[in-house]
């Protein structure tokens, strides 16, 4: 298997570290395989790719599509370093109003998913950032939401004090 995934403390939110081949001339890494995805568990297929280049300081979220529009995101960081956030969204969920959060950077490769019905948000760690994601439903206006990024009842640990939102 090219993967190795981890449930985090919210067992549907799931880092994904790929198997890295590292030589003289650079790297080589899948970012994504339906048969190995499948095999542990995520079975939704991605129907749009997404690009976001943010600076230092930028915190975007907490970003959600409502049912039946609900995305699930795979998200990785192809130059910097950011702190990604997920929100279980699931009411009648035992996580329902929970958080968690890693660091996911272009040096660690490590990858994070995030299902349907989940808010989700990042800042940004490094100078600049570029952040790759494949969602699970196409972007829908009319289904769009969002919860403010410092929501006291979420209570996210933001490592950054003064964010560009």
Same mark, same amino acid.
């Not at 994504?32 to 790719?49: C, L, N, P």
């Not at 979220?61 to 609900?70: E, N, R, S, T």
């Given at each position: 298997? *090219?993967?190795?995934? /981890? ?9 994904? +570290? ?16 339906? %048969? ?17 280049? %943010? ?25 910097? !370093?950011?702190?990604?956030? *997920? ?5 009648? #969920?035992? @996580?329902?109003? /929970?958080? $968690?959060?890693?660091?996911? #950077?272009?040096?660690? /490769?490590?990858?994070?998913? $995030? ?10 760690? %490094?100078?600049? *950032? !570029?952040?790759?994601? /494949?969602? @699970?439903? !196409?972007?829908?206006? +009319? ?17 950054? +004090?003064?964010?560009?939102?």
């Amino acid at each position: 298997m *090219a993967f190795h995934f /981890k449930r985090l403390k919210i067992p549907d939110v799931i880092l994904i +570290e790929p198997q890295v081949f590292p030589d003289e001339r650079g790297f080589f890494m899948e970012t994504y395989r339906y %048969s190995d995805f499948a095999a542990f568990g995520i079975k939704e297929r991605f129907v749009q790719d997404n690009h976001s280049r %943010s600076i230092k300081g930028v915190l975007r979220g907490l970003h959600y599509q409502k049912l039946p529009k609900a995305q699930g995101k795979l998200v990785r960081v192809a130059v910097g !370093e950011v702190f990604d956030g *997920a929100v279980d969204l699931r009411e009648g #969920s035992p @996580t329902y109003g /929970k958080w $968690v959060g890693v660091r996911l #950077s272009a040096k660690n /490769k490590q990858m994070l998913y $995030v299902p349907p019905e989940f808010a989700h948000g990042l800042c940004v760690l %490094s100078k600049e *950032a !570029e952040i790759f994601y /494949k969602v @699970t439903e !196409e972007y829908s206006p +009319e289904h769009d939401a969002g919860i403010i990024w410092n929501d006291p009842g979420i209570g996210i640990h933001w490592p950054v +004090e003064r964010p560009i939102v």
